[in-house]
C-alpha cells in the first residue's frame, strides 16, 4: 500500500510506501537471523524453553539480554537466574520474542531512533505492565505491548528523519502527534506498529490492544491509553494532564496513578539498560 499524504504547511508531501517499509524489516532480519528465526518460531505450539534457548544462545548479546532482563527486579529473580533455558522460563516466550524484535528492527540502536526514544517506551512498558491486572490483563503480555507501541515510530523517522522529528517537536502530546502522523503519513506510528507485528503473526490479543488505541469507547485500548497518559506525565515538559478515567473507560481513577509514577520512575533505568545491553 502506498499512501500520498496530504501536504503540510505548504512542504511536498512525502511518499509513505508502507510495503517498501515492511520490507525493509525483512531485510534488516536477514542481519539478524537469529533474531529473526525466535520472532518465527516463538509463537509455535511445538517450541519448547529449550529449543527456544538453544537458538537464543546463538545470538550472545541477545541471550545477555534476557538474562539481565530476568535476574532484573521487574521479575523479582535478581541474581537467581543462571541458565539461559531458565531465564526463558522466567520471562516468557512472548518476551523474547518482543526482544528479537526489537534487536531485528534496531529499535536497540538509539543513534537510529527519535530523541527520548527509549525513556517514552520504559514508561509505556512499565505503566502498561503495573496496570494491566486492573484491565483484565497479564503483565507480561501488556509489558511487550508498551515496549512494541512505539515501533512504528521508528519506522516513521527512519523513513522521514527530519520531517519526523520536526512533527514531534511540533506535537508532544501522543494523541495528537498520531493525529499529525495519520494527516503526514496516511498512517499513524501505533497502527504502523500493529500492522507489522499482524504481518509477523503476533496474536491478534496483542494488535487489538494497538488498533483501539485511538477508540475513546474501547476499553481493550484503555490499557494503552492510560500508559501513554502516564509516559506523558513523566517525560513531556509542561503536560497538560488528561483525567485518567476519561482515558481507561473508568477503569482507573487518579488515586491509582500516583504509584505508578513512582513505580515507572523507580524500575524504567533497569529495564532501559536490560534491553539496550547497557
Known amino acids: 500500500m502506498t499512501v500520498t499524504p496530504l501536504p503540510s504547511r505548504g512542504e511536498a508531501a512525502p511518499v509513505f510506501d508502507l510495503e517498501k517499509v515492511l520490507a525493509g524489516i525483512d531485510t534488516m532480519a536477514a542481519q ?14 511445538d517450541t519448547s524453553a529449550k529449543v527456544l534457548s538453544r537458538i537464543l544462545a546463538s545470538d550472545v548479546a ?17 541474581g537467581r537466574v543462571t541458565s539461559l533455558q531458565f531465564a ?8 523474547v520474542r518482543t526482544m528479537a524484535t526489537v534487536a531485528l528492527t534496531e529499535l536497540d540502536d538509539e ?22 491486572p486492573r484491565f483484565g490483563e497479564r503483565s507480561q503480555d501488556a509489558l511487550c505491548v508498551g515496549l512494541l507501541a512505539q515501533m512504528g515510530a521508528a519506522l516513521l523517522h527512519h523513513d522521514d528523519p527530519e520531517g519526523y522529528e520536526a512533527l514531534v517537536a511540533e506535537h508532544p502530546d501522543f494523541a495528537q502527534r498520531r493525529t499529525a502522523e495519520l494527516h503526514r503519513y496516511g498512517v499513524n506510528s501505533v497502527r504502523l506498529t500493529a500492522v507489522a507485528l499482524e504481518q509477523w503473526g503476533f496474536p491478534h490479543t496483542m494488535t487489538n ?23 506523558a506525565r513523566l517525560t513531556v ?7 485518567i478515567a476519561r482515558l481507561s473507560c473508568g477503569q482507573l481513577r487518579e488515586d491509582d496513578v500516583v504509584p505508578v509514577l513512582d513505580q515507572v520512575r523507580a524500575d524504567a533505568d533497569e529495564l532501559r539498560r536490560a534491553m539496550l545491553g547497557d
Open 32 to 45: 539478524r537471523p537469529v533474531a529473526a528465526q525466535i520472532v518465527s518460531v516463538a509463537n509455535s505450539d
Open 62 to 78: 541477545l541471550a545477555g539480554r534476557v538474562m539481565k532482563l530476568a535476574n532484573s527486579a521487574y521479575f523479582g529473580m535478581r
Open 88 to 95: 526463558v522460563t522466567v520471562v516468557g516466550f512472548t518476551t
Open 111 to 132: 543513534s537510529r531512533l527519535p530523541e527520548d526514544f527509549w525513556d517514552v517506551t520504559t514508561c509505556l512498558a512499565l505503566a502498561s505492565s503495573t496496570l494491566a
Open 209 to 231: 490492544r494497538l488498533n483501539q488505541v485511538d477508540d475513546a469507547t474501547s476499553v481493550e485500548g484503555g490499557l494503552l491509553r492510560a500508559a501513554f497518559e502516564v509516559a
Open 237 to 243: 515538559e509542561d503536560h497538560e494532564a488528561v483525567p
